[in-house]
């Protein structure tokens, strides 16, 4: 009984390690992987390296799906270069086999747990909250405890063997192993756990071979449920990705789990391997590279199958909010950004409702464009869109540090700019309808003046479109200093026709209204590309 409560008391160390370890690195890491993935998004092969990548060096495959699902749900990734890195962070996570084979069982660490604990401590405790300092003495407090809770599970599994008798199991198929890989797994949500206890029992010959490789089948199977939970009330691209999680496991599990008697009866004699744990890990490494050179060239075919099996229609701002959870800020930023330009697009939209002009069909890449409706209820979505948005940076801004928080305001104050773009051209719209005088002669005046804006709506919309760009200030300055001047000369103008008694007094009162409303219009689209892309100095 005092060796199964000692075993346990090791596992709960090393679980509780581990977690820690996870949140040190991401603390550590996260930035910098989320930069490596943005960059390795124009192609399959660059997704599943740094999803392997990421996932080997963070040692969370939940957190790597958690940067993947944020980089989907915003728009910036691919779904097919999503999948690549879903089955990348997969082969990731065997790394963590290997390092505790090679260093927990080839190497004496015992000597190094107390200096690693010690020294972690001091600069936990002298690093200011959330600071760079902090995590990394909470790393090397973590890489000792993990280290410490290991020795304790060796320990005690030595001393269980002595009450054990693998033989009476003998009866018990590789498949059986397989259910019990599957069920811990699921229940524990950890395979890095599965692993490390199928390494301690394998090396007291609790378990043979054979038994162990089911064992680690089913604990690849086993991850996939936590996945499906958390991806059974998400979104259409949460489901999506769970669904390429599910569908990965299950054909490397189908795939690996008739070759455990052929590798281990034939391949692994003739490798010469001498120790099992060595076999076990290779093993498990194998099955996984496999799978994903399997899977890769049809990564495409994949994400069109899992796009028709989920789709449901649902507003950008719901999917948002559904994919992210507001205290991933570092996450929730960049998917901010996209909705921010995403609005924008939109807004471009809506306006060209009431200002009719040829505007670039670019403007139509904005996904989820509001179906042909009145201009009052699209003007309504969009709005009802930017209250969302705004509601959801205000969440993410409560958990924001001193650092993150400038980018978070910028997104609001953006939002306003918005917001005044848009009632500019509503406010023409009304002007319009509620003018007395002839149609004919306003519509043909308003169309002349309107023209006078399409370079620069033409301009705004390039500069939208394309994200990595950079705006020179100056041309930001440049379009406004021109706005005004055509509202100057127009204004000219419209005094000239009234001298002339070529129009009437309301006319002249609904032209000066509107050239102003589309100045201030201009004025609001440069606040909100100075804001949406601001300049280097400011990042």
């Excluded at 391949?267 to 890769?296: A, E, M, R």
């Excluded at 002339?500 to 100045?519: D, P, R, W």
Aim: glycine share 10%; with cysteine; net charge neutral.
């Amino acid at each position: 009984m005092g060796n199964w409560l000692e075993f346990v008391a090791g596992l709960g160390i090393f679980l509780y390690a581990m977690q820690r370890l996870e949140g040190a690195l991401g603390t550590l890491g996260e930035d910098t992987f989320r930069r490596v993935l943005l960059r390795a998004t124009g192609s399959n092969a660059g997704s599943v390296a740094s999803g392997t990548m990421a996932t080997a060096v963070l040692q969370s495959s939940s957190m790597v799906g958690l940067m993947v699902l944020a980089l989907v749900g915003s728009g910036m990734l691919p779904l097919s270069n999503a999948i690549g890195m879903i089955i990348g962070a997969n082969l990731g996570t065997t790394v963590t086999g290997w390092l505790v084979t090679l260093l927990g069982f080839k190497l004496s660490l015992s000597p190094i747990v107390l200096p690693f604990m010690g020294v972690g401590g001091l600069v936990y405790i002298w690093g200011e909250e959330h600071s760079r300092r902090r995590a990394v003495g909470l790393t090397l407090f973590a890489i000792g405890l993990l280290i410490f809770g290991l020795d304790t599970m060796k320990e005690s599994v030595a001393g269980l063997k002595e009450g054990f008798r693998p033989e009476a199991y003998a009866h018990l198929g590789n498949f059986s192993y397989l259910l019990v890989g599957l069920v811990f797994t699921a229940i524990i949500q950890s395979s890095s756990a599965s692993m490390l206890i199928t390494l301690n029992a394998l090396s007291a010959g609790l378990v043979d071979l054979p038994a162990a490789a089911a064992i680690i089948i089913g604990a690849d199977l086993g991850t996939t449920i936590t996945i499906v939970v958390g991806g059974l009330k998400g979104s259409d691209n949460k489901r999506r990705v769970a669904g390429a999680h599910v569908l990965f496991n299950l054909g490397t599990s189908i795939l690996a789990y008739p070759l455990i008697t052929p590798v281990f009866g034939h391949l692994y004699p003739w490798l010469n391997f001498t120790d099992p744990l060595y076999g076990l890990v290779v093993f498990h490494s194998l099955f996984n590279l496999i799978g994903v050179v399997l899977v890769f060239p049809m990564m495409g075919g994949l994400a069109r199958l899992l796009k028709r099996m989920f789709h449901t229609p649902s507003p950008a701002m719901d999917r948002l909010m559904m994919d992210i959870p507001p205290d991933q800020v570092p996450i929730a930023t960049l998917a901010i950004d996209r909705a921010l330009r995403e609005c924008c697009q939109l807004a471009l939209l809506v306006n060209n409702r009431v200002l009719k002009l040829p505007m670039p069909s670019v403007i139509g890449g904005a996904e989820d464009t509001p179906a042909r409706a009145s201009y009052p209820e699209e003007y309504r979505a969009l709005r009802d869109r930017e209250g969302q948005l705004s509601a959801f940076i205000l969440e993410v801004l409560a958990h924001a540090q001193e650092r993150e928080k400038p980018a978070l305001l910028r997104a609001l104050k953006l939002l306003r700019h918005l917001g005044y773009a848009t009632k500019a051209v509503k406010d023409i719209r009304e002007d319009l309808r509620h003018a007395s005088v002839a149609d004919r002669e306003l519509m043909r005046l308003k169309r002349e003046r309107t023209q006078l804006e399409q370079p620069r709506l033409e301009q705004i919309t390039g500069w939208l479109a394309e994200p990595h760009r950079v705006v020179d200030t100056e041309a930001l300055h440049q379009l406004q200093r021109q706005a005004r001047k055509d509202h100057l000369e127009f204004i000219d103008r419209i005094y000239g026709w009234i001298r002339e008694e070529a129009i009437q007094g309301e006319t002249f009162i609904v032209l000066t209204n509107l050239s102003k409303h589309l100045q201030d219009m201009q004025k609001q689209w440069v606040g909100c590309l100075q804001l949406l892309r601001p300049p280097p100095e400011q990042r």
